[in-house]
């Protein structure tokens, strides 16, 4: 960076003639008239015509003198202000200048490009070529011609900057009419000759650009533009995430739903294809591929992948969804997206207690718990059974003797807890065992345990109404109507309707395709319906509401909800008010009964699933942050008797998209003992990873997107057109990033600014030189004419 040195005085002289005519009379009247004299002085001599032109040429230098004496000259002593040629440099700081381009069938670009920076062109972003612009071509040129530079950054505003380093590319908008007004009314009286923007040109907010340019063209001050990015018509293939799991067990099937739009193409087709990649480096595997036609409209794309690919102690599976470049595109970096799903590679523990052995209990218990699934282990304590039946339970656990009711052992034991169609007060035969039972519940879900309630035709949860604790931890409201139960008629099935049939819960996606999965559950020919279901008030504040009752309505004209989600606090719950979901294999077998309860289950482990220890979690408010954005990320620890961790702080780190790692200290939070939080600012768009860890071991982690502001990305193709209206209306001259070199005849030199400060006349022929030619050419004249004899 070139610093102002500031204004500085310096003497200068100058000689003038302070009383001549003007120039027209002193040549055309003056000088002809002296010469003619001179040489009509001579005419009637009698001498030679070489003689008698060297007489009239010292008579014509005599009378010349004469006349310059006359016109009093003068040497003009002044003192002088300088003030050095000032540069403004605009550099556009927002977040589109991280967009990529290959430049692809552009050798010019592809060639400045890698001239000036040492990484190859299809890598280089747009803050790259403003960075080697700047460092490598304009500053050092602008130094060698004396001009002082004025850098600014600019995303909404303007603001100084001592060196390229100082760019992020990071800011959400890009305001050019704004930065161009603010840095010339920040700097006016200053010797501004030219401003130079190196933008893409994209201004999405603030006053008009050409409104600034007029400002500035009104101040006499050129606008050069500098534009950054692949200037071509914009052909791009943009690939964004709709919706992916956020956590798999070993051994699921994972639909990942995004969207494909083309931008600037007609009629051209695509592959949309579904890579697994793996830790080891190795080549990715093709999971799925889909052809489609590509549109401004954008579709929906689907993929499936398989069970099974990663390690089998992997603990995530990682994929790339991308579209391969098209010929000539010119944006790159939105052809694919990375995506990681989390995979407890632990089993999750289920704890079903029911009343009796209805069909949910046979279907549940002995088909999809005991034989089907892997995943799970299970207990299940049947409360109507005799004491010597075998309670049912996975392969390798024992029966359970009895409901286990101490929060410790609940914890220890279970992620998932399952009340069926039961009394609470018949879990034990001693009250003090049912009390606490009741409230190790409320402890199991805010340590992070799941909780479903099942709704049945005796006591689910029509003894739940008088219980507090019970009626707190449900995600729906309970009145005294609630205890007369179903009233409806039984004689016909009705069908569920999906609260977002567009884009279902994942509890509720039995299919990939939504459509499908809405035909599943809503339409004939789809799943079994259902005749009974138990009514309950509404949801409560904050509760999902997945499934309603498609015709009968609440006391608030509201239809039933039939299965809600909520969160209590750490933990999560569910209440399902239908008890027949077996009805559904007689037309499809245990296919969609074993996928929604897999769903189900595996929804209410996620709080614990997160992480191998499950005292620790790690997590962040959502999933995908700008650019210009902190992260904040918040940890829960629990002690060995799952209670609040009184530590201090919890230690762990960060990875960016570089793969660099990062420390990373939560600090507790005041008041809430095992509440631990940090933040910090993210550089670049990009996957990030972040964890803690206890003893060096990572206990929990978390992944994130940090993408572009929506401003930024809405259209990110580069604008020249508005860049060289900028550079017309001012009278600048406006070039691409390979043209760089082109602007520097703009900047010859010799600009400064000068002011007066003082001067003083002093008269030239008061002189002793001046008398002294005088006298050496009427001497000369006067001894020629002796000699000649004239005298």
């Keep these: 960076m070139f610093l102002q040195e500031g204004a500085h005085t310096v003497p200068r002289n100058t000689f003038r003639l302070h009383e001549a005519p003007e120039a027209w009379v002193a040549v055309l009247v003056v000088l002809p008239l002296l010469f003619l004299v001179a040489w009509v002085s001579y005419r009637k001599e009698p001498v030679g015509p070489a003689p008698r032109a060297v007489l009239s040429s010292l008579r014509f230098g005599a009378l010349l003198v004469l006349f310059l004496i006359l016109c009093r000259p003068v040497v003009i002593e002044r003192r002088e202000e300088v003030y050095p040629a000032e540069v403004v440099v605009l550099v556009d700081d927002s977040a589109s200048m991280q967009r990529r381009e290959s430049y692809s069938g552009d050798e010019a670009m592809r060639s400045a490009v890698d001239r000036l920076l040492p990484r190859s062109p299809g890598e280089a972003v747009r803050v790259d070529l403003a960075r080697a612009g700047l460092d490598e071509v304009l500053l050092p040129a602008l130094a060698d011609s004396d001009y002082d530079v004025r850098m600014y950054r600019f995303t909404e505003e303007a603001t100084p900057m001592s060196s390229s380093a100082e760019l992020t590319a990071s800011g959400h908008a890009t305001h050019l009419g704004d930065a161009l007004s603010h840095v010339l009314a920040a700097l006016r009286g200053h010797s501004i000759t030219d401003v130079v923007v190196m933008s893409d040109g994209r201004s999405n907010g603030g006053i008009p650009v050409l409104d600034a340019a007029r400002a500035a063209s009104a101040a006499g001050i050129p606008v050069h533009t500098v534009v950054l990015g692949d200037t071509r018509p914009e052909l791009n293939a943009i690939v964004e995430l709709v919706e992916a799991p956020q956590n798999a067990l070993e051994g699921d099937e994972l639909a990942i739903t995004v969207r494909v739009t083309g931008r600037g193409t007609q009629n051209e ?48 599976r990682r994929f790339r969804v991308s579209v391969p470049p098209l010929p ?14 989390p995979v407890s590679p632990e089993k999750i523990r289920v704890l079903y207690v029911e009343g009796y052995p209805r069909w949910e209990y046979r279907r549940l218990a002995l088909d999809l718990l005991k034989r089907a699934d892997e995943n799970i282990e299970f207990q299940c304590f049947l409360l109507s059974a005799t004491p010597d039946f075998p309670q049912e339970s996975s392969e390798g656990l024992p029966p359970l003797q009895e409901v286990p009711t101490d929060r410790r052992t609940l914890l220890d034991s279970y992620d998932v807890i399952i009340l069926g169609d039961v009394n609470p007060g ?26 479903l309630f099942q709704a049945g035709e005796f006591d689910n949860p029509r003894t739940f109404v008088l219980d507090d604790t019970l009626r707190e931890l449900l995600p729906v409201v309970l009145d005294a109507s609630t205890v007369h139960g179903f009233e409806g008629d039984t004689r016909y099935p009705y069908r569920p309707t999906l609260e977002d049939p567009t884009n279902p819960h994942e509890i509720v996606r039995l299919h990939a395709e939504t459509e499908t999965n809405r035909r599943l559950w809503e339409d004939e020919g789809g799943l079994s319906g259902f005749y009974w279901y138990s009514p309950v008030t509404r949801s409560k504040p904050g509760a999902q509401v997945l499934l309603r009752h498609p015709t009968d309505l609440n006391s608030q004209q509201e239809r039933y909800p039939l299965l809600v989600t909520g969160y209590y606090p750490s933990g999560r719950t569910m209440f399902l008010a239908i008890d027949s979901t077996w009805r559904w294999y007689w037309r499809y077998g245990k296919r969609y009964h074993e996928r929604f309860w897999r769903n189900s289950i595996r929804w209410l482990a996620l709080g614990r699933l997160k992480s191998g220890d499950r005292r620790y979690r790690i997590e962040t408010p959502r999933n995908s942050y700008n650019l210009d954005e902190r992260i904040g990320i918040e940890a829960r620890a629990l002690d060995e008797d799952y209670h609040p961790s009184e530590r201090p702080a919890l230690e762990g780190g960060w990875l960016d998209p570089d793969e660099r790692e990062h ?27 972040a964890w803690i860890e206890v003893d060096g071991t990572r206990v929990s982690s978390i992944e994130f997107e940090v993408i572009l502001p929506s401003r930024e990305s809405q259209n990110p193709a580069p604008d020249p057109e508005t860049l060289a209206a900028l550079s017309t209306l001012t009278g600048g001259r406006a070039v691409d990033f390979k043209g760089l070199s082109e602007l520097l005849a703009e900047f010859p030199g010799g600009e ?35 000699r000649m004899e004239l005298v």
């Design 269 to 316: 087709t695509a592959q949309v294809i579904l890579e697994e990649l793996f830790e080891d480096q190795s080549l990715p595997r093709t999971v799925a591929v889909e052809d489609i036609e590509l549109s401004e409209r954008g579709q929906r794309v689907v993929l499936v992948a398989p069970p099974g690919g990663a390690a089998l102690d992997a603990d995530k």
């Design 328 to 341: 000539g595109e010119t944006l790159v970096d939105d052809n694919e997206r990375e995506i990681t799903v």
């Design 426 to 451: 018949e879990i034990s035969s001693d009250p003090a065992r049912v009390d606490e039972f009741v409230e190790s519940l409320r402890g199991f879900v805010a340590g992070g345990g799941g909780l």
């Design 663 to 689: 420390e990373l200290t939560l600090v507790g939070v005041p008041g809430r003992p095992g509440f631990f939080r940090t933040s910090f600012q993210p550089e670049r768009p990009g996957l990030y990873e």
């Design 752 to 786: 400064e600014r000068r002011e007066p400060i003082s001067s003083r006349l002093q008269d030239a022929w008061d002189h002793w030189g001046t008398m002294l030619l005088a006298l050496v050419l009427l001497s000369a004249e006067w001894i020629l004419r002796k």
